[in-house]
């Protein structure tokens, strides 16, 4: 993407061969030295940083779920023309309200803030041109839109994007919402059996389980009235939604539509950013 496009591609896509005779990709920033980093952070429309968090997924999802399947995001969106480079992911995030299930580790509100305002602080320092933050985690939201807006107040260009956002809706490839869903259910369960099926334990998918909705029904209209703050009052394994519905299909096709959107999007973008400039 941009004006040079087809020469960018060639300078990022290509791999090195290290003393072993390993290829290693050239859009990861971990993957470079220092020299290869000075001219690539320059060269690139974007820096991803993907960040994600470290919490329950109900008995059949990883615990890495939300930071493994924005590290493929990242992955795909470069593999599919996006010029950029992909900055090494930020695992964790605002977990609170999953605490009670073993193994989440959750980062205070300012701990986000700060951490992510000094990887963003350091790519600006290398001279790029403007950072994409691709979040995957929805407690992540509130404090990633702060962020951006004093980023961006002070001259730094700084975009932010809730990847699974872009399916441009779910409904025709898993039906309508019967349970409240959007945490460890069919759509994250597709996703992963898409993307890592490795890791989800298919002989745990909940087929049968209570899940609480805190919404409120309104004249058939559901509304939140307060925050979630633990999510043992939604469901006691973890998981909300219908998971057993999810599937590899409807990932690849879920997956398609969000890299097919986001690409758009950013092209977009920068078109905008150029006839403006």
Same mark, same amino acid.
């Given at each position: 993407?941009?004006?040079?496009?087809?020469?960018?591609?060639?300078?990022?896509?290509?791999?090195?061969?290290?003393?072993?005779?390993?290829?290693?990709?050239?859009?990861?920033?971990?993957?470079?030295?220092?020299?290869? @980093?000075?001219?690539? *952070?320059? =060269?690139?429309?974007? /820096? &991803? %940083?993907?960040?994600?968090?470290?919490?329950?997924? +109900?008995?059949?999802?990883p615990l890495c779920?939300?930071?493994?399947?924005?590290?493929?995001?990242?992955?795909?969106?470069?593999?599919?023309?996006?010029?950029?480079?992909?900055?090494?992911?930020?695992?964790?995030?605002?977990?609170?309200?999953?605490?009670?299930?073993?193994?989440?580790?959750?980062?205070?509100?300012?701990?986000?803030?700060n951490l992510v305002?000094?990887?963003?602080?350091?790519?600006?320092?290398?001279?790029?041109?403007?950072?994409?933050?691709?979040?995957?985690?929805?407690?992540?939201?509130?404090?990633?839109?702060?962020? @951006?807006?004093?980023? *961006?107040? =002070?001259?730094?260009? /700084? &975009? %932010?994007?809730?990847?699974?956002?872009?399916?441009? +809706?779910?409904?025709?490839?898993?039906?309508?919402?019967?349970?409240?869903?959007?945490?460890?259910?069919?759509?994250?369960?597709?996703?992963?059996?898409?993307?890592?099926?490795?890791?989800?334990?298919?002989?745990?998918?909940?087929?049968?389980?209570?899940?609480?909705?805190?919404?409120?029904?309104?004249?058939?209209?559901?509304?939140?009235?307060?925050?979630?703050?633990?999510?043992?009052?939604?469901?006691?394994?973890?998981?909300?939604?219908?998971?057993?519905?999810?599937?590899?299909?409807?990932?690849?096709?879920?997956?398609?539509?969000?890299?097919?959107?986001? *690409?758009?999007?950013?092209?977009?973008? &920068?078109?905008?950013?150029?006839?403006?400039?």
């Amino acid at each position: 993407m941009g004006s040079d496009s087809t020469r960018d591609r060639k300078v990022l896509i290509y791999v090195l061969q290290n003393r072993e005779g390993l290829a290693l990709t050239r859009y990861y920033l971990g993957d470079l030295t220092w020299e290869e @980093a000075e001219k690539m *952070l320059k =060269e690139v429309d974007f /820096v &991803l %940083v993907p960040i994600g968090s470290t919490e329950q997924h +109900g008995p059949h999802l990883p615990l890495c779920t939300d930071y493994a399947l924005t590290e493929m995001i990242c992955k795909k969106l470069v593999e599919d023309g996006l010029n950029a480079i992909i900055a090494p992911t930020v695992a964790y995030g605002c977990s609170e309200h999953h605490m009670r299930f073993p193994g989440t580790i959750s980062l205070k509100e300012d701990s986000l803030y700060n951490l992510v305002r000094d990887i963003c602080d350091s790519l600006f320092e290398h001279g790029v041109k403007r950072v994409l933050i691709v979040n995957g985690h929805g407690g992540n939201r509130e404090v990633l839109q702060i962020l @951006a807006r004093d980023l *961006l107040s =002070e001259g730094k260009e /700084v &975009l %932010v994007v809730n990847w699974w956002e872009f399916t441009g +809706g779910v409904e025709d490839v898993l039906g309508a919402e019967t349970v409240i869903r959007g945490h460890a259910c069919e759509i994250e369960t597709s996703f992963a059996l898409c993307l890592m099926p490795e890791k989800v334990r298919k002989d745990k998918i909940p087929k049968d389980h209570e899940v609480r909705d805190p919404r409120i029904d309104i004249d058939g209209e559901k509304v939140s009235l307060k925050p979630i703050h633990d999510w043992k009052e939604l469901s006691e394994d973890g998981s909300i939604g219908v998971p057993s519905r999810g599937s590899v299909e409807a990932g690849e096709e879920m997956i398609k539509r969000i890299t097919d959107h986001l *690409l758009k999007a950013l092209k977009k973008y &920068l078109e905008r950013s150029s006839t403006s400039s």
